[in-house]
């Protein structure tokens, strides 16, 4: 492992981890958010997409000529114009042939894909002239179910590359098949995650200016994108610098699936085309449909081999995902987990084989986690089941198996090393609370009242850090071995105190952490600090907020930063005072020498700024000093055989959560929440509180509620609006206990590790534990998510009605 | 058609089409953006205005509807620029939001809650926020954020903005 970029800083802390006001709270309150609808440029005309009514088709003809009468409309495109004009969307998986354009080319590959575009001086003369656009479709066979697509025989989506299969590989990482021949206890079974996303409330929106004179293409969009620059500049043929995203836009919710690639792809081209700023936001029907924002849909195969005593000694897991109608970033979801694939627990082998398939349905993208959810639930299954089957109590069979806390740094089979933890401890805190909290008596009060309940318990960890080792394990042609973030602070010469972020926010409080770090550094009040978002031709390099990396990766550049800055402010006073930099004593800005001759924050400033005279030799006027920050233990390609380190930092959790069903009505009610949550340090407690509540919302609706299903005679999406995608409300959202634990990480600046998936990653683990928990006096799993009531209250009768038989 | 709306106070005429949304027509011929728009089928609550003091989805009201109401919208609930309401300091307080995309329309919700009810149970403030969807928070210390301002508007003997907009004459 690689000695941390930075040296650590430990407290105790001045602002670290204090009650602080998250600053970007204010001008949300009041409205004045900035938000990617709220771009209103002189003479924009406005974008609507035409989607395809099939599954599969072939496009025969379209004739856009009634459209194109309208008065007010400007332009409408189809796809072989498009095609014809920009370079196909970057693909995540080696698949050359499954190209992408941002409006479909030849033949259409889900209900919802972009056939044409309608541009027009209004939004509702734009979708007037939709309307009018005749498109003549070949109808096609096609395929939606996951496994379906694994079948050669089945219709391919991307007929030129030969099979729906984009992603098949086998892993072994250790002595599996001797561990499940040595083990006396063996057990097999099959879990499924359903396909569901983040919805945030803000759909994708994007608007792009052409400057003919400058040659340059501005963009603003609501998003969460690396390398979103660089995406845009390539597909459009253009260079680097010629476009320019400003970050200075709110994001309204993400987690993950703001990528909006081919939106701001097609934007991008129409400003170009039209020499005018074209602006295209979704609206909801579009955003569900052809947004391309649908997350994970997987199918587990998992074997287990256990000692007696619930100690699991390997595992097999066969991971099958259905990624919807084109590659995009999602084959690498199969590829994080496996930086975590065995949890938090002491598993010594595992065989992994991740398979990814196309089929007739929307693209699937980015959800929080990036496909470890999903994998968290599919394991926590088994350690249920392994209780199950040995009659053992289920804390107790993960206590048998979890790393003991003297064993870190850990190195998993698949070769990433765990930074620290105390798993035990962690589940014992939430334990206490627990029992304090009468959830185990509550339960069998439940019980004695005829009613289902029953305890659900996930222990899970969050990869941080946010590195990117997936990409080169998944695709031998893709390198990439760091995934920096950066920063720049600069003192002016009134002594004002600036910082930078290089990249849009969703939420996360970015600004208030850098502000924070910076400060405990300068050791300034934060709010002396102004945080802001430089345009991309402005910035450092940035990774945009993905991967739980912020706190890590952002918080570590503010403190580098900070960092070079004060050296160059003791160097100052070091030449002024004729002292030796050893010597000096730095407090809250000002340089003492022991002496106690000293030179305060403003003469420092002065000097830098004013006084060259008084700088030391071969030194650069003013303050200014930026950090880019690789990602601690990052940088090293994956060995021959398929082993890498994937993420620096790893965060867990548990949860414990008392669910009680009625046996007719079938719908899971949650009664009690108790989470232990330990992400090293708390950098800012109300913003990773609101966080793990918020991913424990997300996850009640991934367990109970939200499904992107599809009717299977038309392949026609049928959640695709708020009323048949459910959501949770503050109805179905309970009160939620955090127990803190905290073991600092190593390899950070301050020992935070990262927490912006903190909930989603256990809370659906939690409540299919809880579930079935509940109906295991009834013999019964569900083991399919999203666990719904109908599911439920059937299997339950199919129990009764063959009793009474 | 002409109309004449009255928005946070002032009387405002405005040309929009017949099929025009009081939501489109606050953000795109008002350039109120503080409202935003979110479903636009009247599920998630994040385009919420109050209708003379009443929470209403602006995304199913038209324009043409609201014409002799007293609409309040984000922008018309601080008691002046650059200041918070009460409500909008407790929300501050208790980081009751992260994106902030369903804010203003939590903010009003919560604005009329307690216009009506000083001292709101935790349940009367879950049924009053039901109908306002945020997928950041949980809705956690969204309550908490309600909780604060009823208490800190009792303490303070100050009545919440939704009550100081009457109903337009």
Redesign the interface.
């Known amino acids: 492992m690689n000695a941390p970029a930075t040296a650590p800083l430990r407290g105790p802390f001045r602002y670290v981890g204090k009650k602080r006001?998250?600053r970007?709270?204010?001008?949300?309150?009041?409205?004045?958010?900035h938000?990617a609808?709220?771009v209103?440029l002189p003479g924009m005309l406005h974008a609507v997409p035409l989607q395809s009514e099939y599954p599969a088709a072939r496009i025969v003809a379209i004739d856009a000529s009634a459209a194109l009468a309208l008065p007010g409309v400007r332009a409408v495109l189809t796809g072989a114009e498009l095609a014809a004009a920009i370079e196909p969307l970057m693909n995540g998986a080696h698949a050359p042939l499954v190209r992408r354009y941002p409006l479909a080319v030849g033949q259409v590959r889900y209900a919802g894909e972009w056939v044409a575009v309608v541009v027009a001086e209004s939004r509702?003369i734009a979708e007037d002239a939709r309307e009018l656009i005749a498109v003549e479709y070949a109808p096609l066979p096609f395929v939606l179910d996951g496994e379906a697509a694994l079948d050669p025989a089945s219709p391919p989506v991307h007929p030129d590359h030969g099979s729906n299969v984009l992603l098949d590989r086998h892993f072994v990482w250790g002595e599996v098949d001797a561990a499940f021949a040595a083990a006396p206890r063996r057990l097999a079974y099959r879990v499924v995650w359903g396909r569901s996303s983040?919805?945030?409330?803000?759909?994708f929106g994007v608007t792009a200016r052409w400057d003919h004179g400058l040659e340059l293409l501005d963009v603003w969009a609501s998003i969460q994108m690396p390398k979103f620059p660089d995406q845009i500049a390539r597909a459009l043929r253009l260079p680097g610098n010629a476009v320019r995203v400003h970050h200075d836009i709110?994001?309204?919710?993400?987690?993950g699936v703001k990528r909006g690639i081919k939106h701001a792809v097609l934007v991008g081209h129409l400003a170009r085309l039209l020499d005018a700023p074209v602006r295209l936001l979704e609206?909801?029907l579009e955003n569900m449909t052809g947004g391309d924002m649908q997350g994970p849909e997987r199918i587990f195969d998992v074997q287990l081999a256990f000692e007696e005593d619930g100690r699991v000694r390997a595992m097999r897991m066969r991971a099958l995902d259905n990624v919807g109608a084109y590659a995009g970033r999602s084959p690498f979801q199969l590829g994080k987990p496996i930086g975590a694939i065995v949890g938090p627990y002491a598993i010594g082998a595992v065989a992994y084989h991740a398979l990814a398939v196309t089929s007739n349905k929307t693209p699937q993208e980015a959800v929080r986690g990036f496909g470890q959810a999903p994998t968290n639930y599919a394991l926590e299954t088994g350690i249920d089941r392994v209780a199950e089957a040995l009659g053992l109590d289920r804390l107790e069979v993960r206590r048998r198996n979890f790393i003991r806390a003297e064993q870190f740094p850990y190195t998993i089979p698949s070769g990433t090393t765990y930074d620290s933890g105390d798993y035990h401890a962690l589940l014992g805190k939430a334990v206490a609370a627990a029992e304090a909290a009468g959830i185990f008596a509550e339960r069998d009060r439940l019980r004695a009242a005829g009613m289902l309940a029953g305890i659900g318990v996930a222990t899970v960890l969050e990869p941080s850090g946010g590195n990117s080792s997936f990409e080169p394990l998944l695709n031998p042609h893709n390198r990439t071995t760091t995934w920096m973030d950066s920063c720049r602070v600069t003192v002016d010469a009134t002594g004002a105190v600036t910082a930078t972020l290089h990249t849009t926010s969703?939420?996360?409080?970015h600004e208030t952490l850098v502000a924070v770090a910076v400060a405990e550094v300068l050791e300034i009040d934060p709010e002396r600090i102004r945080v802001v978002r430089p345009d991309s031709l402005g910035s450092l390099p940035s990774n945009s907020p993905v991967g739980s990396r912020m706190a890590i990766m952002l918080g570590g550049a503010a403190v580098e930063a900070a960092r070079r800055l004060k050296a160059q402010l003791m160097a100052i006073a070091a030449h002024d005072l004729g002292v030796a930099e050893g010597a000096l004593a730095y407090e809250g800005g000002r340089v003492a020498a022991p002496d106690r001759r000293a030179l305060d924050w403003a003469e420092l400033v002065q000097i830098a700024h004013r006084e060259f005279f008084r700088l030391p030799p071969g030194s650069e006027p003013g303050l200014a000093a930026s950090a880019i920050y690789q990602v601690p233990t990052g940088g090293q390609l994956p060995t021959a055989d398929g082993r890498v380190h994937m993420y620096p930092c790893h965060s867990a959790e548990c949860h414990l959560v008392l669910v009680a069903i009625d046996p007719v009505l079938g719908k899971p009610e949650i009664r009690r929440w108790i989470t232990g949550h330990d992400c090293g340090t708390v950098i800012s407690p109300?913003?990773v509180?609101?966080?793990t509540?918020?991913?424990?919302?997300?996850g009640i609706g991934a367990a109970l509620l939200e499904e992107f299903t599809y009717d299977r005679e038309t392949g026609q999406p049928t959640a695709a609006?708020?009323?048949d995608y459910p959501?949770?409300?503050?109805?179905e959202?309970p009160?939620?206990e955090i127990v803190h634990q905290c073991t600092p990480s190593p390899l950070t600046v301050f020992g935070q590790k990262g927490s912006g998936e903190s909930?989603y990653l256990g809370g659906p683990a939690a409540l299919a534990s809880a579930v079935n928990d509940a109906l295991r006096p009834l013999g019964l799993h569900i083991d399919r998510l999203p666990m719904r009531p109908a599911a439920i209250s059937d299997a339950i009768a199919d129990t009764t009605t063959q009793e009474t038989a | 058609m002409e109309l004449t709306l009255t928005v946070n106070g002032r009387a405002r005429r405005v040309q929009v089409?017949d099929?025009c949304t009081l939501l489109d027509c606050l953000?795109e011929t008002l350039?109120l953006?503080?409202?935003?728009?979110?479903?636009?089928?009247g599920?998630?609550g994040?385009c919420t205005v109050l209708l003379d003091g009443e929470p209403v989805r602006s995304c199913l009201v038209l324009a043409a509807q609201a014409e002799g109401s007293a609409v309040t919208?984000?922008?018309g609930?601080?008691p002046a620029p650059g200041e918070?309401s009460v409500v909008?300091?407790a929300?501050?307080?208790?980081?009751g939001?992260?994106?902030?995309?369903?804010?203003?329309g939590m903010?009003l919700t919560a604005e009329a809650l307690l216009a009506g009810n000083p001292a709101p149970t935790r349940e009367e403030i879950?049924?009053a926020?039901?109908?306002?969807?945020?997928?950041?928070?949980?809705?956690?210390?969204?309550?908490e954020a309600v909780e604060l301002a009823a208490v800190r508007l009792r303490s303070a003997n100050t009545r919440p903005a939704a009550a100081r907009m009457e109903p337009a004459k």
């Open positions: 006001r998250v970007e709270d204010r001008r949300f309150a009041t409205g004045d958010g938000y609808a709220d209103a509702a983040t919805v945030p409330l803000e759909t709110d994001v309204g919710g993400s987690y609206d909801r969703a939420g996360q409080a109300d913003v509180r609101g966080m509540l918020g991913g424990i919302a997300h609006s708020f009323m959501m949770p409300s503050a109805h959202v009160e939620v909930g | 089409e099929r953000r350039r953006t503080g409202t935003r728009a979110g479903c636009e089928h599920v998630c994040t919208t984000i922008e609930v601080a918070l909008q300091d929300f501050c307080e208790a980081h939001m992260q994106c902030g995309y369903c804010t203003p903010v879950v049924e926020i039901s109908g306002n969807l945020c997928r950041c928070t949980g809705y956690g210390q969204i309550v």
